[in-house]
């Protein structure tokens, strides 16, 4: 069959490309390697540095435990690649199935994955994020300023926005005796991923450990001093925060841009591709030569009612990239769908935070072991009368077992006794989602996109 | 060497941070902070740890990964 000789030649001497050179980027290198790819293999990524790991950068490098320019991945093999690093992509042609790149250079291709990620948003205000002082978190860069600033002894730190990072952020200052303000817009830390039940907790967590907690209240300004540096926060309730650090963590933007014009389906909420990682057009056509994979795909999971998923999670990234590589090389009975029952964990005031499934879609929680007051407890998420979430506290062995009761469909509420049941987890109560529709710091998942059940076509523009 | 730990899998069993307690430390009871690079000498504390994880969750360069040419292909 002719299609089987052209893979394999693609296998044997075709040309892959990978923009993105991080987590997903790499393990998709090595995937295609240690599955036979014998061709030659480009990976392309904006920043200078080889693949390293980002979660570390909030976590153990703020907590002093290791160095924000020393969290290169380990590699699992050797991936014999042409590495264009420190260069960003800037345009797709694919009808020429090349990659344009920011430097005038092109690169041809056979298969593309792409893998860009997403960066965190900027404060709005841009003469105030230029002041000295404030700060992101994403990029090893961005971690290495923020590092050297925090060993020099701030006064104060001021962090906008309560959701992961910011929480890890503000738990790492209070590690190393430094005052810190969080200010969120929402009525509790964590809301837009775990619901206000669990949210409470997290409140109850940081002010106990000597946060300062402001939620309900936007920053509604920074202000410098006369050389330039940022002296203190104005928040909606009229009050102002004097600080020399501000980090703002506001969630993150999709790597996309640079798709702008070129026919694929990619937008300010990531790049739509099928259960197989094939990337869609802007008519809602699957390519066969174009893959995303990571942060920046969204992918639709029958497990959850046929939803575009598209997750910032660590090992979606990894199991994803798996995938797409796998089926970049693989006739089309040899592919696999990407299924991967979504899982997260965060580390902040000690305590070890982890989730399974799609705690947004729940409407009901219930605390099936274990207490809140306790910060030790484990929480079922309730759709639709089936189980699909978790969360844990301090509790994170049980959580294998909670994912079984997702991919198997479980009732909600579950139906037998569990260990360590107190009186609050007799019943569910209500989840405590915020309105989707209203602007709060980027939940961890995003729910996008339309199930079968409600056909609706809504044509979202790359630039909004 | 370069590590990294899977945190997903991890269940915070401690065993890496009795083996090699330079590199693994607990924060709080289950949670477990790490550096990302370790110095050669912790080459053999790091590979009983490695060894040790009950859930397997420790990825190290040269432990257990595939070897890697002289040079690396990294820029």
């Known amino acids: 069959m002719p299609g089987e000789d052209s893979l394999e030649r693609l296998r044997r001497e075709g040309r892959i490309v990978i923009v993105g050179a991080s987590l997903a980027g790499l393990r998709a290198a090595e995937t295609l390697r240690a599955e036979g790819f014998g061709g030659s293999l480009t990976l392309i990524g904006d920043e200078p540095y080889e693949p390293y790991d980002r979660p570390p950068l909030s976590k153990a490098v703020l907590l002093g435990k290791a160095s924000a320019d020393h969290t290169e991945l380990p590699r699992l093999r050797a991936v014999d690649a042409t590495w264009r690093l420190g260069v960003a992509a800037s345009g797709l042609d694919m009808a020429g199935r090349r990659v344009r790149l920011a430097d005038g250079g092109e690169v041809p291709y056979d298969r593309l994955l792409i893998a860009t990620g997403v960066r965190a948003r900027p404060w709005p205000k841009e003469a105030e994020a230029q002041l000295d002082g404030v700060f992101v978190l994403r990029t090893r860069d961005d971690a290495v300023k923020l590092e050297r600033r925090m060993k020099i002894g701030p006064r104060r730190v001021f962090v906008i926005g309560a959701g992961f990072t910011g929480s890890e952020i503000a738990s790492a200052c209070r590690d190393q005796g430094i005052e810190v303000t969080v200010a969120e817009r929402a009525d509790a830390p964590l809301v837009g991923a775990l619901g206000g039940v669990v949210g409470a907790v997290a409140a109850d967590m940081q002010r106990e450990n000597g946060v300062d907690l402001r939620t309900g209240v936007m920053v509604t300004g920074l202000e410098g001093d006369s050389t330039g540096r940022v002296r203190a926060a104005h928040l ?100 696999r769908p990407h299924m991967w029952v979504p899982a997260f964990w965060s580390s902040q005031f000690g305590v070890n935070i982890k989730s399974v499934g799609v705690p947004s ?52 509420p579950p139906e037998f006794e569990t260990v360590d049941r107190r009186p609050e987890g007799r019943q569910p109560v209500p989840a405590d989602f915020p309105d989707p529709s209203l602007p709060t710091h980027g939940p961890t998942v995003t729910l996008s996109g339309y199930s079968p059940g409600d056909r609706q076509l809504v044509f979202t523009p790359a630039h909004p | 060497m370069r590590l990294v730990v899977d945190l997903n899998k991890c269940q915070g069993y401690a065993q890496c941070a009795f083996l090699a307690p330079d590199v693994f430390t607990m924060h709080g009871e289950e949670s477990l902070v790490y550096s990302p690079r370790a110095d050669e000498a912790q080459r053999e504390k790091v590979a009983r740890a490695v060894a040790a994880c009950p859930v397997q969750a420790i990825t190290a360069e040269g432990l257990n990964t595939e070897p890697l040419p002289e040079v690396s292909d990294a820029r």
């Open chain 1, 236 to 335: 909606s309730d009229g009050s102002v925060v004097e600080t020399d650090v501000v980090v703002v963590s506001l969630g993150a933007t999709r790597n996309t841009e640079w798709l702008a014009g070129s026919g694929l389906g990619a937008g300010p909420r990531g790049i739509a591709c099928d259960a197989g990682c094939r990337a869609f057009d802007f008519r809602g056509i699957v390519t066969d030569d174009v893959y995303a994979a990571g942060d920046v795909a969204r992918s639709p999971n029958p497990l959850f009612g046929y939803q575009f998923l598209s997750l910032e999670h660590w090992g979606n990234a990894v199991a994803q990239a798996e995938v797409a590589a796998h089926n970049m090389i693989s006739a089309g009975a040899d592919r």
């Open chain 1, 361 to 412: 879609m729940g409407d009901e929680i219930m605390i099936t072991q274990g207490s809140l007051a306790e910060r030790r407890f484990t929480g079922v998420y309730g759709y639709q009368g089936r189980v699909i979430a978790a969360v844990s506290f301090d509790n994170t062995r049980w959580l294998e077992f909670y994912q079984r009761l997702i991919e198997t469909g479980a009732p909600f």
